[in-house]
């Protein structure tokens, strides 16, 4: 196994300086005393994001700042109130929702949307929320399973939902100018002019639903995964510890809403700690996401690989144009973090990028960087306090150090998943006795500290040695002329499998079979010889989820010459 440089960082805002003694410590109990349900045994997820902040005095605060191109739009805490009380009350007028009804929003990015999200929750709603780009199949796929009676949308996306297959859906609330409203349809901005700024919160318990996200991923069909108010107590404590949240934060989360991260670390987080949220609409590049950075003063910024890529390969001379010397934390999740492009962060932006790891299933932070924290490149990182971690094998029994195995987790974290929507059978087949099996592969090394290593399904055996495909692709992007790299086992009567690459040039380069070779030996003398790509293609873009994952299983498929499975979850604009 390829160990990858360490090195060491000073972080300015060392919350995790001792490690073991916060792990030792950590007590859940302690963690709930922050929170209004501590007194009350009242729990609503809205009324602690938003309510409970004015109570605390933040009524005036910045809790929203929505930027669109040349458009920004600021709410107060306060505001945040009035509106999320007023969609409350929009949708409590218009559809009889009952405790644990679910409501699906299927919109872009805009202030509306965080109104109708948090006001569905205000009422004791599931919400269920969508990627814009999702087409006709995947939205009937997710409204039909989660058998939703209201979905919040735009005219534009809602020419996408097959209203007349859809028997369980009630109302369709319509955020847009000129809605035809009918026994249906609900025109939402006229309801809002409407409504009353007061709402009596619907309470919940801590076991109550609290949000559906469906996630296929990389893999396999979607499935929905069903999280609980009580995760807010994780999500609460990491966005303190892991994203180290302090009072005068300006924090941007960069995920849609319809990816957990958008809405774990998009929403909840940071409004739980009573931070300012920026959220950027309209499309990626490079001079809008640094010119939202640099016009809104962000202090912390949590983004994920491939937009680090994207700007890794746009060129320094781009980043150089804007002031980022406020940015004082930067975090990144979804896929591994090449240790190229957190060397290129440490050049351009003089910050560490922060690895963290979770998944969907997990509902926030399991194994991170702490601010503060000696950090090994390449590394997740430890285990968040108040989680266990472990590596096993596919019986459950715990591997000693060094060896790569099944990366798991002791059932019983906070925000752990509730169930699968409609499949029992699915949620068992992720546990082997107190484990949640992560369907990762990783290892963990003598120090503690954990080595992604790709998903179990992705690794690669060729001529008897087990490659992980994300090292091979970290190597690639060293490479002065790769953008990105996918790599997969293509199946060899001979090795087993052989390593094939595909690969995205930078600008500047362009394919040649002397190229191919000089990347050959670029992996070989920099790695290993059996991890150096006897395949290289080249491409002008991979394929990649929505929340910006290489889909291997793509490549493999477009390699086999296979079905490409479900792909609504692939990114193709
Ligand atoms: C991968 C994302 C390596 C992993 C919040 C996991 C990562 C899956 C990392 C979950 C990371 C996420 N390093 N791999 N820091 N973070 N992954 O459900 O394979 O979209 O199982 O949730 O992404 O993806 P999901």
């Not at 995964?225 to 924090?251: C, F, N, P, R, T």
């Not at 990816?259 to 929403?267: L, Q």
């Not at 790709?454 to 087990?466: F, L, N, P, Q, S």
């Not at 002008?540 to 989820?545: A, F």
Request: some cysteine.
């Amino acid at each position: 196994m390829v160990q990858v440089e360490k090195y060491k960082v000073t972080d300015q805002y060392p919350n995790m300086k001792d490690y073991d003694a916060a792990y030792e410590s950590h007590d859940w109990a302690e963690i709930e005393k922050q929170f209004s349900w501590y007194e009350t045994g009242k729990f609503n997820m809205a009324y602690e994001c938003i309510d409970y902040n004015v109570e605390k005095g933040l009524g005036n605060k910045q809790a929203l700042i929505f930027k669109n191109n040349d458009v920004i739009e600021r709410y107060t805490f306060k505001e945040m109130q009035d509106k999320t009380n007023q969609a409350a009350n929009v949708l409590k007028d218009n559809a009889n929702i009952e405790k644990g009804d679910r409501i699906f929003i299927f919109m872009p990015r805009s202030p509306e949307l965080y109104f109708a999200l948090l006001g569905s929750l205000k009422l004791g709603a599931i919400v269920g929320p969508l990627f814009e780009a999702f087409m006709e199949k995947a939205v009937k796929d997710r409204l039909e399973n989660s058998g939703a009676r209201v979905l919040v949308t735009t005219p534009e996306l809602l020419t996408r939902v097959p209203v007349d297959e859809l028997p369980s859906l009630e109302k369709i609330v319509v955020i847009g100018d000129d809605v035809s409203a009918d026994d249906k349809i609900v025109d939402f901005r006229k309801g809002m002019n409407d409504a009353s700024t007061a709402f009596d919160i619907v309470w919940l318990d801590k076991e109550d639903g609290l949000i559906l996200h469906y996630t296929s991923g990389s893999t396999g069909v979607p499935k929905g995964v069903l999280h609980a108010q009580y995760a807010m107590i994780q999500q609460y404590y990491s966005g303190k510890v892991v994203l180290d949240l302090k009072e005068d934060d300006v924090y941007w989360c960069t995920a849609d809403p319809g990816w957990v991260t958008g809405t774990s670390y998009g929403i909840f987080a940071p409004w739980l700690n009573g931070v300012t949220n920026v959220v950027v609409g309209g499309r990626f590049s490079p001079e809008s996401w640094y010119g939202a950075l640099e016009d809104l003063k962000v202090t912390v910024w949590y983004s994920a690989p491939t937009a680090f890529r994207m700007l890794m390969g746009a060129g320094d001379e781009v980043v150089n144009q804007y002031d980022l010397s406020h940015v004082r934390h930067v975090l990144s999740v979804g896929e591994p973090l090449n240790p190229e492009v957190v060397k290129w962060g440490m050049d351009v932006y003089n910050r560490r990028i922060h690895d963290t790891w979770w998944m969907t299933e997990t509902g926030a932070h399991c194994i991170v960087n702490f601010p503060g924290m000696e950090i090994r490149g390449g590394s997740m990182g430890k285990p968040l306090p108040g989680v266990e971690a472990a590596i096993v094998d596919d019986q459950g029994n715990e591997l000693p150090e060094n060896r790569m195995g099944n990366l798991a987790l002791k059932r019983g974290w906070p925000a752990m998943m509730r169930k699968i929507w409609k499949n029992d059978a699915k949620y068992d087949s992720y546990f082997i006795n107190d484990w949640y099996v992560s369907g990762d592969s990783a290892y963990k090394d003598e120090d503690g500290y954990y080595w992604f290593q790709g998903r179990v399904d992705d690794v690669i055996m060729t001529a008897g040695e087990r490659v992980g495909p994300f090292e091979i692709e970290s190597k690639l992007v060293e490479h002065e002329a790769i953008q990105e790299a996918g790599v997969i086992g293509k199946p060899d009567p001979i090795r087993g499998e052989i390593v094939k690459a595909f690969i995205t040039l930078k600008k500047e380069y362009k394919p040649s079979d002397e190229l191919k070779e000089d990347i050959r030996l670029f992996v070989k003398n920099g790695l290993a010889a059996h991890a150096a790509p006897r395949e290289i293609e080249f491409k002008d873009k991979l394929p990649k989820t929505r929340s910006g994952k290489i889909m291997r299983r793509v490549l493999k498929a477009w390699e086999l010459n296979l079905p490409e499975g479900d792909l609504s979850a692939l990114d193709d604009d």
